[in-house]
Nanobody, 130 residues
Framework: QVQLVESGGGLVQAGGSLRLSCAAS????????VAWFRQAPGKEREFVSG????????HYADSVVGRFAVSRDNARNTVYLQMNSLKPEDTAVYIC???????????????????????WGQGTRVTVSS
């Protein structure tokens, strides 16, 4: 079992930045993919970014390329999502997910599916004002 706790959300003006954290307990992220999703009111959950904990390869939704950056801290067993140049349309609850071994994710598209992750955090709310 893996427990995930997100933090770092808040209210920010358009153009501002936030850094989200996803800390794991129960076991390490080792060997897993770790992904960030977001869900805005009235909308479906969507993939934002993912990272291969072992190799460090990263993936992004087209809507955040060049603005968001995902990274990991092995010592802290934590994944970060640095969000810059925030837009009102980035407003959502951001949720991290994990639990699928990278060896089972054979395509970048597979990482983007919410269906493959058994462990989810509660989310942290990000609100971007215009």
């Amino acid at each position: 079992q893996v427990q995930l706790v997100e933090s770092g959300g808040g209210l920010v003006q358009a153009g501002g930045s936030l850094r989200l954290s996803c800390a794991a307990s129960g076991r390490t992220f080792s060997g897993y993919a770790v992904a960030w999703f977001r869900q805005a009111p009235g909308k479906e959950r969507e993939f934002v970014s993912g990272i291969n904990w072992g190799g460090g390869s990263t993936h992004y939704a087209d809507s955040v390329v060049g603005r968001f950056a995902v990274s990991r801290d092995n010592a802290r067993n934590t994944v970060y999502l640095q969000m810059n140049s925030l837009k009102p349309e980035d407003t959502a609850v951001y949720i991290c997910a994990t639990g699928r071994p990278m060896s089972e994710i054979t395509t970048a598209q597979a990482m983007r599916s919410s269906l493959i992750y058994p462990y989810w955090g509660q989310g942290t709310r990000v609100t971007v004002s215009s």
